[in-house]
C-alpha cells in the first residue's frame, strides 16, 4: 500500500464542519453547548466525510490549476471532463449515459432541492425509503412538498425493502417522485438488480420519477458491485443519476457532483434555472479523480474493510447484544444498540457526554432509526479503536428498565 491511511491529519482551524460544526449540526445548540470534553479530545465519527488527506494526484491538478492564476467564471465547456466521468462510469458500471444528459451542480442536496420543485407541483408528495439520510426530507420540507416514508424492512440486521408497502405509496397518483439511496445510507444496502428491476417497474407502471442518489457507489466492500438505476431502464428517462467524486476522494467542501437527466424537458427547465458556474479548481479536482483515482481508491476499499473487519470484531467481543453486519457500501457503520437503551435515550448526547465520541443515531434519519447509532469508519485505525473503546467502556451493559 502506498497510502499512508494511517496517518491522523490536523484539521483545526479549517473551518471543518467535521471539527466545528458539530454543536449545530448534531444537536442544533450554538457554541455554549458545554461538555465533559474538550472540542479536541472528541473521536469524530459523526458527518460523512473522511480523517484521510485527498489522494495526490488530485491536489496535484489542482495546484496545476492554481498556477494558471486566474480564477474567473467557470463552467464546463470542453469535453474533457465529461470523457473522464463517463469512462469511470463505463469501466466501473458498465453504464453508458448521452453527453447532453450530464448536468453538474455544486452538490447533490442543493440538485436535489431543485429537482424537487422542478418535478413535483405544490400538492404531490415525495417518497424515500427509511431509516433516511435527513435531507431527503428536508428537501421535501423546503418546498412544503409532504413527504411519504416507506420504512425498510430489517431481518436480523439485514435490509430489504418492502415492495407491497413501497407500491401501495407509489400508486398514489399525488406521489410524483421517489428519491432512492443507492448504495444506501444509513444501512450500507448495495442494492441488488432483482431488487432495483423491482423498485424500477414499480415506478413506470405509476409514471413515478426517480431521483437515484449514487453518491455512496464508489465505496464498496470488495466483491460487491454497484448497478446504476438507470442502466437497467435505459428506456425511461425519469430516472435522474447524481454521482460525486466529493465521498469517494474526500472532496465534499469542494461542492460538484454530476447529474444525469435524460428527460429533455426536465433538463430543459435545469438548464434555465439552474445557476450554471462551477469552481475552477472543483472541476480540476473532479476530473482528476475519475482520470487518476482509482489506484488511490482501490488502496482505501482495503483500508475500509479492515476497519469493517476489525470494528465487527470488537462489537462482537465487547458489546455483543450490539447487533452490526458489515455494510455493503459506504463507511459507515450502522449499528442495532437497542439491547443497551431506551427508547427514550438521545444517543448522540448519551455518546457525546459519557464517551467522547461524536456519532449520529436515533431520529437524525427521519425514522425506523430508533436505538441505532451510525459510525463513520473512514479513520485512522487509531482513532478507530479508541472511538470503540470509549463506546464499548460507555453503554451500560444493562438497559435500565
Ligand atoms: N446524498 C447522500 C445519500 C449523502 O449521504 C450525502 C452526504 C449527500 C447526498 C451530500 O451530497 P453533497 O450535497 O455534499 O454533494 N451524507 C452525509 C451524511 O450522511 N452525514 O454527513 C453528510
Not at 132 to 153: G, N, Q
Not at 194 to 210: A, M
Not at 297 to 317: C, H, I, P
Amino acid at each position: 500500500m502506498t497510502t499512508n491511511f494511517d496517518e491522523i491529519i490536523d484539521r483545526r482551524n479549517t473551518n471543518a464542519l467535521n471539527t466545528d460544526g458539530f454543536r449545530q449540526y448534531i444537536f442544533k445548540a450554538d457554541k455554549t453547548m458545554a461538555f465533559p470534553y474538550k472540542d479536541e479530545e472528541f473521536i469524530r465519527m459523526w458527518v460523512a466525510d473522511m480523517e484521510f488527506a485527498t489522494p495526490q494526484v488530485i491536489i496535484d491538478a489542482m495546484k496545476e490549476r492554481l498556477d494558471r492564476r486566474i480564477f474567473g467564471y467557470t463552467m464546463i465547456f470542453s469535453d474533457d471532463y465529461y470523457k473522464a466521468f463517463s469512462g469511470w462510469c463505463q469501466k466501473r458500471y458498465g453504464w453508458i449515459f448521452h453527453k447532453d444528459h450530464l448536468v453538474t451542480s455544486n452538490g447533490i442536496i442543493p440538485a436535489l432541492y431543485e429537482l424537487v420543485e422542478y418535478i413535483t407541483k405544490p400538492d404531490e408528495k415525495v417518497l424515500f425509503l427509511t431509516p433516511s439520510y435527513a435531507y431527503f426530507k428536508y428537501a421535501a420540507d423546503h418546498h412544503h412538498r409532504e413527504w411519504v416514508a416507506s420504512d425498510l424492512i430489517n431481518e436480523g440486521g439485514t435490509y430489504r425493502i418492502d415492495f407491497e408497502d413501497l407500491e401501495q405509496k407509489a400508486a398514489d397518483e399525488k406521489t410524483t417522485l421517489l428519491i432512492l439511496c443507492n448504495p444506501h445510507n444509513p444501512t450500507g444496502r448495495v442494492w441488488s438488480s432483482e431488487e432495483l428491476r423491482k423498485l424500477g417497474e414499480i415506478c413506470i407502471k405509476h409514471n413515478t420519477w426517480v431521483v437515484s442518489d449514487e453518491i455512496h457507489c464508489d465505496l464498496l466492500r470488495i466483491g460487491q458491485k454497484h448497478i446504476p438505476l438507470a442502466k437497467l431502464f435505459p428506456e425511461y428517462d425519469r430516472i435522474i443519476t447524481c454521482m460525486a467524486p466529493s465521498k469517494t476522494f474526500n472532496l465534499a467542501g469542494l461542492m460538484f457532483s454530476n447529474i444525469v437527466i435524460p428527460d429533455h424537458e426536465l433538463r430543459k427547465i435545469w438548464k434555465h434555472r439552474h445557476y450554471g458556474f462551477d469552481n475552477p479548481l472543483s472541476i480540476a479536482a473532479a476530473q482528476a479523480a475519475y482520470e487518476k483515482g482509482e489506484p488511490w481508491l482501490e488502496e482505501l476499499q482495503v483500508y475500509l474493510d479492515e476497519n469493517f473487519a476489525f470494528t465487527k470484531t470488537y462489537l462482537s467481543e465487547h458489546l455483543p447484544k450490539a447487533r452490526f453486519e458489515i455494510s455493503e457500501a459506504t463507511y459507515l457503520a450502522w449499528v442495532d444498540v437497542s439491547a443497551y437503551f431506551d427508547q427514550a435515550e438521545d444517543l448522540p448526547l448519551f455518546f457525546a457526554n459519557k464517551a467522547g465520541v461524536l456519532l449520529e443515531g436515533g431520529n437524525m434519519f427521519v425514522q425506523n432509526s430508533d436505538r441505532f447509532i451510525r459510525l463513520n469508519l473512514a479513520c485512522p485505525r487509531s482513532l478507530l479503536e479508541e472511538g470503540l473503546k470509549r463506546i464499548g467502556e460507555a453503554v451500560p451493559l444493562e438497559k435500565e428498565v
